[in-house]
């Protein structure tokens, strides 16, 4: 499966951003679906998953309530609507597939988000 994240971009404090992961291959609409962000200076952190039909969904303490994380199989994409955005969230967003939790198997490259105060 190869990934392509896009969406990224600049965008001030309590507004909204959709990021898209664009998947080829087959089998996208058997794998867990995931997204996760890296800031400057941190480690890379989990941010959101759902799993091959989209009925189960998971996500950081830190993003619960303003992200949402979905999936359209025929399209082979999967979606981060991302509001009330915070300079906190300000990060590469990379998204991720895999068999299972933790997702680990397949990764795309990273969009950028910032978010200005």
């Known amino acids: 499966v190869q990934l392509q994240a896009s969406g990224g971009g600049l965008v001030q404090a309590g507004g909204s951003l959709r990021l898209s992961c664009a998947a080829s291959?087959?089998?996208?609409?058997?794998?867990?679906m995931g997204w996760f962000r890296q800031a400057p200076g941190k480690e890379r952190e989990f941010v959101a998953a759902?799993?091959?039909?989209?009925?189960?969904?998971y996500y950081a303490d830190s993003v619960k309530g303003r992200f949402t994380i979905s999936r359209d199989n025929p399209k082979n994409t999967g979606y981060l609507q991302m509001n009330s955005l915070k300079p906190e969230d300000t990060a590469v967003y990379y998204c991720a597939a895999g068999k299972s939790l933790p997702i680990d198997d397949y990764w795309g490259q990273g969009t950028q988000v910032t978010v200005s105060s």
């Open positions: 291959g087959r089998s996208f609409s058997r794998y867990f």
């Open positions: 759902v799993n091959w039909n989209g009925e189960n969904t």
